[in-house]
T-cell receptor
Framework: SQKIEQNSEALNIQEGKTATLTCNYTNYSPAYLQWYRQDPGRGPVFLLL?????KEKRKERLKVTFDTTLKQSLFHITASQPADSATYLCALDMTGGFKTIFGAGTRLFVKA | NAGVMQNPRHLVRRRGQEARLRCSPM?????VYWYRQLPEEGLKFMVYLQKENIIDESGMPKERFSAEFPKEGPSILRIQQVVRGDSAAYFC?????????????FGQGTRLTVV
C-alpha cells in the first residue's frame, strides 16, 4: 500500500542545535517533494520544494535532501530557535497528477 | 496583496444541517484546492478546481459533498446533511497556475464542528 510517514513522536531539541526531521514514503514515485510549516490553528506555509533529480536544496537555515533510492527526504533546521517550534509537513507531488499527498507531520519543540 | 481568505474561521452546525465554506483565492490565482485535516492527521486532498471547472474531485466523498468555483466570487465547499464525522479543519489553497512543482498558498482554514 502507499504510505508517507513522518515521525509521529515530537522532536525536542535545545536552541542552537540542528533539528533533523524525516519523511519516508513507499509505493509512490513523486516528481516533487515539499516541506511546509504549520502552526496551531493556522494553515500550512510553504518552505521548500525539491525535484526528483535534485539531491539537496538550501534556503537560509533550512536544508532538504531527497533520496529517491531510499525513498526518503531529510529536513534540517540549523541553529534552531524557539520560534522554529511548529509542526512540519512533508508533501509529495506525483507526475501527471493534481493531488498533493501530505504526511501527518512532525511536531518540533525548540527549548531556549 | 491579501492572502487566501477563508470564512468563516469557525462554523458550528447541528447534525443534518448544511455547511457552506468559502474560499477567496489570492489575487490573480485561478486554481483552487480544498483539503480536510483531522486532528493528528495530514491534510487529505478533496478537490481541485479552476474557474468554472472541476478538474479533479477524486478526494471528495461521493455523497453530500460538492464544490464550485464560479466565474465571479469565491470557491464554495458545500456539505449537506452534516454528520459528526464531518467535524474537521477544511483548508483551501490557491495557485496562479497548475501548481505541480510550485508552491501553494493556504488559507487559515475553517474549523467545522458538528454537534
Amino acid at each position: 500500500s502507499q504510505k508517507i510517514e513522518q515521525n509521529s513522536e515530537a522532536l525536542n531539541i535545545q536552541e542552537g542545535k540542528t533539528a533533523t526531521l524525516t519523511c519516508n514514503y513507499t509505493n509512490y514515485s513523486p516528481a516533487y517533494l515539499q516541506w511546509y510549516r504549520q502552526d496551531p490553528g493556522r494553515g500550512p506555509v510553504f518552505l521548500l520544494l525539491i525535484r526528483e533529480n535534485e539531491k539537496e536544496k538550501r534556503k537560509e537555515r533550512l536544508k532538504v535532501t531527497f533520496d529517491t533510492t531510499l525513498k526518503q527526504s531529510l529536513f534540517h533546521i540549523t541553529a534552531s530557535q524557539p520560534a522554529d517550534s511548529a509542526t512540519y509537513l512533508c508533501a509529495l507531488d506525483m507526475t501527471g497528477g493534481f493531488k498533493t499527498i501530505f504526511g501527518a507531520g512532525t511536531r518540533l519543540f525548540v527549548k531556549a | 496583496n491579501a492572502g487566501v481568505m477563508q470564512n468563516p474561521r469557525h462554523l458550528v452546525r447541528r447534525r443534518g444541517q448544511e455547511a457552506r465554506l468559502r474560499c477567496s483565492p489570492m489575487k490573480g490565482h485561478s486554481h483552487v484546492y480544498w483539503y480536510r485535516q483531522l486532528p493528528e492527521e495530514g491534510l487529505k486532498f478533496m478537490v481541485y478546481l479552476q474557474k468554472e471547472n472541476i478538474i479533479d474531485e477524486s478526494g471528495m466523498p461521493k455523497e453530500r459533498f460538492s464544490a464550485e468555483f464560479p466565474k465571479e466570487g469565491p470557491s464554495i465547499l458545500r456539505i449537506q446533511q452534516v454528520v459528526r464525522g464531518d467535524s474537521a479543519a477544511y483548508f483551501c489553497a490557491s495557485s496562479p497556475i497548475d501548481r505541480r512543482g510550485t508552491e501553494a498558498f493556504f488559507g487559515q482554514g475553517t474549523r467545522l464542528t458538528v454537534v
